[in-house]
């Protein structure tokens, strides 16, 4: 059983374009959470989506930033025009259900550098 | 005030000691309660959860003090391989976790 798969692992990006992230849940889990994690700096949620559905975005930037868990395919995180600030690991898990004592599993994350 | 506090450390700590540490946590209303280990910034891995009575996982002691809001690991005959830093981690509705910034842990020989 594979665990939560995340491509690229390493992007590097020029101020102003595009990233795009992708995570792929484990086999079975529904719920996906995004986590970013600043250098020096603990992680700190993003979104958390299920299948179409965004559930809580409450700590996703309000602008350039989006995030989308189609019916078929990966969980993307989208970053539009990226400014330096924006370069840290992103971390994506994910868990069968949402509950008090889930596990939530952790994919290798990517870093994302912007030059 | 950051919702949850850490030591960052380092604990230098010889090979076969005892060490421990805490962190602390705002948010009175949180539900669950984890600790993780994160390698040179590689993915969090779960080490385990916390339960109001404690809990002991081999050399790994977790406790949680509800009334004074602190979760405490004690690891037991430290390894080479417990170096690491330790993310105290508390979940609250919907499955969101809040982390603290980590504790490093160094064993030496």
């Known amino acids: 059983n594979a665990g939560v798969m995340q491509n690229p692992r390493h992007l590097v990006r020029r101020r102003g374009q595009e990233a795009r992230l992708r995570c792929s849940p484990m086999k079975g889990h529904s719920h996906v959470y995004w986590y970013r994690q600043l250098p020096e700096e603990g992680l700190k949620f993003m979104v958390y989506l299920q299948k179409e559905n965004i559930i809580d975005e409450s700590g996703m930037p309000k602008e350039r930033f989006s995030a989308e868990f189609p019916k078929e395919g990966p969980s993307i995180l989208r970053i539009q025009q990226v400014v330096r600030g924006d370069s840290a690991a992103y971390f994506c898990?994910?868990?069968?259900?949402?509950?008090?004592?889930?596990?939530?599993?952790f994919g290798p994350g990517t870093r994302l550098l912007v030059l | 005030r950051k919702e949850v506090e850490q030591d960052p450390g380092p604990f230098n700590v010889p090979e076969g000691a005892t060490v421990a540490f805490n962190c602390t946590y705002s948010n009175s209303a949180s539900q669950s309660f984890f600790w993780y280990r994160q390698d040179c910034r590689k993915e969090p891995k779960l080490l385990m959860s916390v339960y109001s009575s404690g809990n002991e996982d081999g050399r790994f002691t977790a406790q949680l003090n509800r009334a004074s809001q602190y979760i405490s690991l004690l690891i037991r005959d430290s390894k080479l391989s417990d170096s690491a830093t330790y993310l105290c981690?508390?979940?609250?509705?919907?499955?969101?976790?809040?982390f603290g910034a980590g504790t490093q842990v160094v064993v030496t020989p």
């Open positions: 981690v508390v979940m609250h509705y919907m499955g969101k976790l809040q």
């Open positions: 898990a994910s868990s069968p259900a949402t509950g008090l004592q889930e596990t939530q599993y």
